[in-house]
């Protein structure tokens, strides 16, 4: 029971884990955007402060979008490999279980000729 509890307190502390630290990343990819639209708004010295103000909203938005976007067709393709990879694996698995029976039928075929052979010969 104890052991039980141990692994949905384990799944749960992973699971917080990869919630913070998937929060961390988003604020980190916000700062970034964030920071590149106020570079460009500093290049841009006419702008007054309202439009430098929506540049940099607008900028945000759309780096953000793309980052989003970036990160569903790598998830989807992540989803892909797995089942790939877990297609493969589940015929590996049939090709090795179909040659360890061969050869256990190999073997059993062999152990009842050399007893058969040994109870011939034994008379």
Not at 8 to 26: C, F, K, P, Q, T
Not at 38 to 54: G, I, V
Not at 76 to 101: I, N, P
Request: aromatic share 4%; hydrophobic share 40%; proline share 1%.
């Amino acid at each position: 029971m104890r052991r039980a509890a141990d692994g949905d307190h384990h799944r749960m502390a992973d699971a917080l884990a990869n919630e913070v630290e998937g929060y961390l990343i988003a604020r980190a990819e916000q700062e970034e955007a964030r920071r590149e639209a106020e570079e460009l708004c500093s290049r841009l010295p006419w702008l007054t402060t309202a439009q430098a103000e929506d540049l940099t909203r607008h900028h945000i938005d759309q780096r953000l979008e793309v980052t989003r976007r970036i990160l569903r067709r790598s998830v989807r393709r992540a989803d892909q490999l797995h089942q790939a990879y877990e297609a493969r694996y589940a015929e590996l698995r049939r090709t090795l279980l179909k040659r360890h029976a061969a050869c256990g039928c190999a073997l059993l075929a062999c152990a009842t000729a050399i007893g058969a052979a040994t109870a011939v010969l034994g008379r």
